[in-house]
Protein backbone atom coordinates (compact mmCIF):
# COMPACT_ATOMS: atom_id res chain seq x y z
CA UNK A 1 0.00 0.00 0.00
CA UNK A 2 1.22 3.07 -0.80
CA UNK A 3 0.89 6.19 1.63
CA UNK A 4 -1.13 9.34 0.80
CA UNK A 5 0.75 12.14 -0.08
CA UNK A 6 -2.12 14.39 1.53
CA UNK A 7 -5.87 15.08 1.78
CA UNK A 8 -8.05 17.42 0.00
CA UNK A 9 -11.13 19.05 -1.30
CA UNK A 10 -11.67 18.48 -4.45
CA UNK A 11 -14.83 19.33 -6.90
CA UNK A 12 -16.32 15.73 -7.91
CA UNK A 13 -19.13 15.50 -10.34
CA UNK A 14 -20.33 18.78 -9.41
CA UNK A 15 -19.80 18.10 -5.37
CA UNK A 16 -16.75 19.24 -2.76
CA UNK A 17 -15.29 15.63 -2.04
CA UNK A 18 -12.63 15.12 0.90
CA UNK A 19 -9.84 12.86 -1.33
CA UNK A 20 -6.77 11.34 -0.43
CA UNK A 21 -3.88 12.00 -3.10
CA UNK A 22 -1.40 9.55 -3.91
CA UNK A 23 2.27 10.00 -5.44
CA UNK A 24 3.78 7.03 -7.91
CA UNK A 25 7.12 7.03 -8.94
CA UNK A 26 6.45 4.99 -12.52
CA UNK A 27 9.56 3.74 -14.54
CA UNK A 28 11.48 7.61 -13.72
CA UNK A 29 8.32 9.08 -14.45
CA UNK A 30 6.13 10.97 -11.21
CA UNK A 31 2.37 10.49 -11.44
CA UNK A 32 -0.55 11.81 -9.01
CA UNK A 33 -3.67 9.70 -8.03
CA UNK A 34 -6.68 11.55 -5.90
CA UNK A 35 -9.02 8.43 -4.31
CA UNK A 36 -12.60 8.91 -2.72
CA UNK A 37 -13.63 7.14 0.26
CA UNK A 38 -14.43 4.04 -1.69
CA UNK A 39 -11.17 3.73 -2.52
CA UNK A 40 -12.53 4.84 -6.72
CA UNK A 41 -9.70 6.90 -8.90
CA UNK A 42 -11.83 10.67 -9.48
CA UNK A 43 -8.41 12.31 -10.60
CA UNK A 44 -5.30 11.57 -11.98
CA UNK A 45 -2.44 12.97 -13.56
CA UNK A 46 1.44 12.53 -15.15
CA UNK A 47 1.03 10.21 -18.14
CA UNK A 48 2.38 11.66 -20.76
CA UNK A 49 1.40 15.34 -18.98
CA UNK A 50 -2.28 14.39 -19.61
CA UNK A 51 -4.46 15.27 -16.47
CA UNK A 52 -7.59 12.84 -16.50
CA UNK A 53 -10.63 13.61 -14.02
CA UNK A 54 -14.15 11.94 -13.27
CA UNK A 55 -16.89 14.40 -14.42
CA UNK A 56 -20.42 13.54 -15.80
CA UNK A 57 -20.81 12.73 -19.42
CA UNK A 58 -22.68 15.43 -20.85
CA UNK A 59 -19.34 17.83 -19.30
CA UNK A 60 -16.74 15.39 -20.53
CA UNK A 61 -17.96 16.01 -24.52
CA UNK A 62 -19.41 19.75 -24.35
CA UNK A 63 -15.78 21.09 -25.02
CA UNK A 64 -15.55 18.57 -28.58
CA UNK A 65 -16.59 21.18 -30.91
CA UNK A 66 -18.62 19.41 -33.68
CA UNK A 67 -18.54 16.27 -31.48
CA UNK A 68 -22.46 15.84 -31.09
CA UNK A 69 -22.18 13.85 -28.33
CA UNK A 70 -19.88 10.68 -30.05
CA UNK A 71 -17.51 9.08 -28.33
CA UNK A 72 -13.90 10.47 -27.93
CA UNK A 73 -12.61 6.88 -29.84
CA UNK A 74 -14.82 7.58 -32.97
CA UNK A 75 -13.51 11.55 -32.82
CA UNK A 76 -10.09 10.54 -32.66
CA UNK A 77 -10.54 7.64 -35.72
CA UNK A 78 -10.63 8.71 -39.37
CA UNK A 79 -13.69 8.09 -41.47
CA UNK A 80 -13.01 5.54 -44.08
CA UNK A 81 -13.95 7.21 -48.00
CA UNK A 82 -16.15 3.52 -48.97
CA UNK A 83 -17.12 1.01 -46.73
CA UNK A 84 -14.80 -2.38 -46.43
CA UNK A 85 -16.98 -5.17 -46.64
CA UNK A 86 -15.55 -8.29 -44.49
CA UNK A 87 -12.45 -6.27 -43.58
CA UNK A 88 -11.29 -9.52 -41.46
CA UNK A 89 -10.51 -11.08 -45.41
CA UNK A 90 -9.25 -8.44 -47.13
CA UNK A 91 -5.89 -9.70 -48.42
CA UNK A 92 -4.58 -6.92 -50.47
CA UNK A 93 -5.78 -2.63 -49.60
CA UNK A 94 -5.14 0.05 -51.49
CA UNK A 95 -5.34 3.46 -49.75
CA UNK A 96 -4.39 7.45 -50.91
CA UNK A 97 -2.27 9.07 -47.76
CA UNK A 98 -2.86 12.53 -47.02
CA UNK A 99 -2.71 14.96 -44.10
CA UNK A 100 0.81 13.09 -42.51
CA UNK A 101 4.61 13.74 -42.88
CA UNK A 102 5.27 10.81 -44.75
CA UNK A 103 9.59 11.02 -43.83
CA UNK A 104 8.07 10.81 -39.83
CA UNK A 105 6.30 7.20 -40.27
CA UNK A 106 6.76 3.93 -41.04
CA UNK A 107 4.96 3.49 -44.22
CA UNK A 108 6.76 1.79 -46.17
CA UNK A 109 8.64 -1.40 -45.09
CA UNK A 110 7.55 -5.58 -45.22
CA UNK A 111 4.13 -5.86 -46.40
CA UNK A 112 3.76 -2.13 -46.95
CA UNK A 113 4.47 -0.38 -49.84
CA UNK A 114 4.75 3.27 -50.03
CA UNK A 115 4.32 5.32 -53.49
CA UNK A 116 2.95 8.73 -52.01
CA UNK A 117 0.65 9.14 -52.19
CA UNK A 118 -1.12 5.69 -52.53
CA UNK A 119 0.13 2.84 -50.02
CA UNK A 120 -0.68 -0.50 -50.77
CA UNK A 121 -0.88 -3.28 -48.14
CA UNK A 122 -0.55 -7.01 -48.86
CA UNK A 123 -1.66 -9.42 -46.20
CA UNK A 124 1.39 -12.04 -45.92
CA UNK A 125 0.68 -15.81 -46.48
CA UNK A 126 -0.44 -17.41 -43.53
CA UNK A 127 2.72 -19.63 -41.90
CA UNK A 128 3.37 -23.03 -42.95
CA UNK A 129 3.64 -25.15 -39.27
CA UNK A 130 6.79 -26.73 -41.07
CA UNK A 131 8.64 -23.62 -41.31
CA UNK A 132 11.53 -23.13 -39.75
CA UNK A 133 13.23 -20.10 -38.71
CA UNK A 134 16.93 -18.88 -40.61
CA UNK A 135 17.35 -16.19 -37.91
CA UNK A 136 17.45 -12.46 -37.99
CA UNK A 137 20.86 -11.24 -38.11
CA UNK A 138 22.73 -10.94 -34.45
CA UNK A 139 22.35 -7.73 -33.59
CA UNK A 140 18.58 -7.07 -34.97
CA UNK A 141 17.69 -10.90 -33.44
CA UNK A 142 19.68 -9.79 -29.83
CA UNK A 143 17.22 -6.56 -29.47
CA UNK A 144 14.01 -7.97 -30.40
CA UNK A 145 14.74 -10.94 -27.76
CA UNK A 146 15.75 -8.26 -24.91
CA UNK A 147 13.26 -7.38 -22.06
CA UNK A 148 12.68 -3.63 -21.74
CA UNK A 149 10.84 -1.95 -19.29
CA UNK A 150 7.27 -2.84 -20.50
CA UNK A 151 8.08 -5.93 -22.06
CA UNK A 152 9.85 -7.90 -18.81
CA UNK A 153 10.58 -11.22 -21.09
CA UNK A 154 12.47 -12.43 -18.09
CA UNK A 155 10.19 -12.03 -15.86
CA UNK A 156 10.01 -15.47 -14.26
CA UNK A 157 6.03 -15.61 -14.48
CA UNK A 158 6.13 -14.59 -17.98
CA UNK A 159 8.94 -17.01 -18.91
CA UNK A 160 7.24 -19.78 -16.76
CA UNK A 161 3.84 -19.15 -19.04
CA UNK A 162 5.95 -19.21 -22.42
CA UNK A 163 7.18 -22.70 -20.96
CA UNK A 164 3.88 -23.57 -20.65
CA UNK A 165 2.53 -22.88 -23.76
CA UNK A 166 5.21 -24.24 -25.61
CA UNK A 167 7.33 -27.37 -26.58
CA UNK A 168 10.81 -27.25 -26.43
CA UNK A 169 11.42 -28.11 -30.21
CA UNK A 170 8.53 -26.98 -32.05
CA UNK A 171 8.31 -24.85 -34.89
CA UNK A 172 8.36 -20.96 -34.51
CA UNK A 173 5.02 -20.69 -36.02
CA UNK A 174 4.06 -23.51 -33.91
CA UNK A 175 5.20 -21.82 -31.43
CA UNK A 176 3.68 -18.02 -32.05
CA UNK A 177 0.24 -19.51 -33.07
CA UNK A 178 -0.21 -21.10 -29.53
CA UNK A 179 1.07 -18.32 -27.32
CA UNK A 180 -1.20 -15.59 -29.52
CA UNK A 181 -4.38 -17.82 -29.09
CA UNK A 182 -3.61 -17.42 -25.40
CA UNK A 183 -3.22 -13.87 -25.09
CA UNK A 184 -6.28 -13.53 -27.42
CA UNK A 185 -8.64 -15.81 -25.01
CA UNK A 186 -7.05 -15.20 -21.29
CA UNK A 187 -6.75 -11.14 -21.33
CA UNK A 188 -10.37 -9.83 -21.01
CA UNK A 189 -10.55 -7.01 -24.12
CA UNK A 190 -11.25 -3.22 -22.05
CA UNK A 191 -9.58 -0.35 -22.06
CA UNK A 192 -7.36 0.20 -18.78
CA UNK A 193 -5.40 3.32 -17.27
CA UNK A 194 -1.97 2.84 -17.46
CA UNK A 195 1.23 2.53 -19.08
CA UNK A 196 1.16 -1.03 -20.83
CA UNK A 197 3.37 -3.19 -19.68
CA UNK A 198 3.47 -6.85 -20.10
CA UNK A 199 3.75 -8.08 -16.42
CA UNK A 200 1.12 -5.83 -15.14
CA UNK A 201 -1.46 -6.76 -17.78
CA UNK A 202 -0.83 -10.24 -17.24
CA UNK A 203 -1.33 -9.86 -13.19
CA UNK A 204 -4.76 -8.33 -14.19
CA UNK A 205 -5.88 -10.19 -17.25
CA UNK A 206 -6.87 -7.06 -18.41
CA UNK A 207 -6.10 -4.07 -21.19
CA UNK A 208 -7.09 -2.57 -24.41
CA UNK A 209 -5.03 -2.85 -27.74
CA UNK A 210 -1.71 -1.93 -26.41
CA UNK A 211 -1.89 -4.38 -23.03
CA UNK A 212 -2.70 -7.47 -25.54
CA UNK A 213 0.84 -6.15 -27.66
CA UNK A 214 2.79 -5.50 -24.97
CA UNK A 215 2.16 -9.24 -23.30
CA UNK A 216 2.52 -10.86 -26.66
CA UNK A 217 6.02 -9.15 -27.08
CA UNK A 218 6.92 -10.34 -24.04
CA UNK A 219 6.18 -13.91 -24.42
CA UNK A 220 7.14 -14.13 -28.04
CA UNK A 221 10.58 -13.00 -26.85
CA UNK A 222 10.48 -15.56 -23.80
CA UNK A 223 9.96 -18.12 -26.17
CA UNK A 224 12.84 -16.95 -28.59
CA UNK A 225 10.73 -15.18 -31.06
CA UNK A 226 12.04 -12.19 -32.06
CA UNK A 227 8.85 -9.23 -31.68
CA UNK A 228 8.02 -5.74 -31.39
CA UNK A 229 5.25 -3.71 -31.30
CA UNK A 230 3.50 -1.64 -34.25
CA UNK A 231 0.57 1.19 -34.08
CA UNK A 232 -1.15 2.84 -36.48
CA UNK A 233 -5.29 2.08 -37.34
CA UNK A 234 -7.44 -0.49 -38.09
CA UNK A 235 -10.64 -0.57 -39.91
CA UNK A 236 -13.85 -1.35 -37.97
CA UNK A 237 -17.67 -0.72 -38.66
CA UNK A 238 -16.53 2.19 -41.24
CA UNK A 239 -14.14 3.69 -39.86
CA UNK A 240 -10.52 3.57 -38.99
CA UNK A 241 -9.41 4.00 -35.29
CA UNK A 242 -5.85 3.73 -33.67
CA UNK A 243 -4.60 0.43 -32.75
CA UNK A 244 -1.41 -1.75 -31.63
CA UNK A 245 -0.63 -5.00 -32.99
CA UNK A 246 2.76 -7.12 -33.22
CA UNK A 247 5.05 -7.93 -35.47
CA UNK A 248 7.37 -11.29 -35.60
CA UNK A 249 9.91 -12.96 -37.20
CA UNK A 250 9.71 -16.66 -37.98
CA UNK A 251 11.98 -16.78 -40.63
CA UNK A 252 9.78 -14.05 -42.38
CA UNK A 253 8.38 -10.76 -41.27
CA UNK A 254 4.74 -11.79 -40.18
CA UNK A 255 1.90 -9.41 -38.20
CA UNK A 256 -0.21 -10.74 -35.32
CA UNK A 257 -3.47 -9.36 -33.84
CA UNK A 258 -3.73 -10.38 -30.02
CA UNK A 259 -7.05 -8.50 -30.16
CA UNK A 260 -8.85 -9.65 -33.04
CA UNK A 261 -6.72 -12.94 -32.55
CA UNK A 262 -4.95 -12.86 -36.05
CA UNK A 263 -1.50 -14.20 -37.37
CA UNK A 264 -1.12 -12.76 -40.23
CA UNK A 265 -3.39 -9.53 -39.35
CA UNK A 266 -5.89 -8.41 -42.42
CA UNK A 267 -4.31 -5.89 -44.51
CA UNK A 268 -6.67 -3.11 -42.88
CA UNK A 269 -4.18 -2.28 -40.10
CA UNK A 270 -2.04 0.51 -41.76
CA UNK A 271 1.31 0.99 -39.88
CA UNK A 272 2.70 3.97 -38.85
CA UNK A 273 4.61 3.13 -36.49
CA UNK A 274 7.23 0.40 -35.02
CA UNK A 275 8.59 -0.04 -31.73
CA UNK A 276 7.38 0.97 -28.24
CA UNK A 277 5.76 3.34 -26.35
CA UNK A 278 8.47 6.02 -27.03
CA UNK A 279 8.18 5.90 -30.67
CA UNK A 280 3.76 5.48 -30.14
CA UNK A 281 4.11 9.18 -28.69
CA UNK A 282 4.57 10.36 -32.51
CA UNK A 283 1.23 9.31 -33.00
CA UNK A 284 -0.42 11.99 -31.43
CA UNK A 285 0.75 14.57 -33.87
CA UNK A 286 -1.17 12.80 -36.39
CA UNK A 287 -4.85 12.39 -34.60
CA UNK A 288 -7.14 14.66 -36.58
CA UNK A 289 -4.97 15.30 -39.87
CA UNK A 290 -4.33 12.19 -41.49
CA UNK A 291 -6.92 11.09 -44.60
CA UNK A 292 -7.29 7.95 -45.89
CA UNK A 293 -9.68 7.09 -48.97
CA UNK A 294 -9.68 3.58 -50.20
CA UNK A 295 -9.02 2.96 -53.80
CA UNK A 296 -9.17 -1.20 -53.90
CA UNK A 297 -9.86 -3.34 -51.55
CA UNK A 298 -9.41 -7.57 -52.79
CA UNK A 299 -10.49 -10.09 -50.77
Request: aromatic share 6%.
Amino acid sequence: DLPPAGEETLTVMGQPRKVRKYAVDFMGARQFAWLNERGEVVKEEGILGIALEKVPEEEALGGMTGSGGADVTEIASVAASVPIEAPERVQRLRLRVGGVDAKAFHLDGDRQRFEPPVLTITREKDPEDAERSVGLPGAAARSLLKPNPFIQSDHPRIRRLAERLVTRGEPPAVRARKILAWVHKNIEKRPVLSVPNALETLDNGVGDCNEHAALLAALLRAANIPAEIEAGLVYMKGRFYYHAWNVLYIGRWITADAVFGQMPADATHVRLIRGGMESQMDLMGVIGNIELDVLEQHP
